[in-house]
């Protein structure tokens, strides 16, 4: 499985971004799809993940209430909705596919990296 992440960009505080994360050479239906961040100087950390059909999902408590993970119909697309970003939200954003139906927040559990995209809100 190829992932590609897209969708950053430069946002005010309290904006919106739609990320992206796209497979190629195979689909996604049998796969948990997670989202994590990497700031500079800082570890990677868990943002999100949905289970293969889209019915559960878990959030990182620094993102709850803000981002919403979704996956399209055709279930070979992730999307992470970032609502109300804040300066902290900075980061590297990577999509990660597991090789099981749920992932949860374990990044030992996503066998499949994508590139990431550079997410950078202004205050």
């Known amino acids: 499985v190829q992932l590609q992440a897209s969708g950053g960009g430069l946002v005010q505080a309290g904006g919106s971004l739609r990320l992206s994360c796209t497979a190629s050479k195979r689909t996604l239906s049998n796969n948990a799809v997670g989202w994590f961040r990497q700031a500079p100087g800082k570890e990677r950390q868990f943002v999100a993940s949905?289970?293969?059909?889209?019915?559960?999902?878990v959030y990182a408590d620094s993102v709850k209430g803000r981002f919403t993970i979704s996956r399209a119909k055709s279930l070979n697309t992730v999307y992470l909705q970032t609502d109300s970003v804040k300066p902290e939200d900075t980061a590297v954003y990577y999509c990660?596919?597991?090789?099981?139906?749920?992932?949860?927040?374990?990044?030992?559990?996503?066998?499949?990296w994508g590139r990431g995209t550079l997410v950078t809100v202004s205050s």
């Open positions: 949905i289970s293969w059909n889209g019915g559960s999902t």
């Open positions: 990660a596919a597991a090789s099981k139906a749920y992932g949860g927040s374990d990044s030992n559990a996503y066998r499949y």
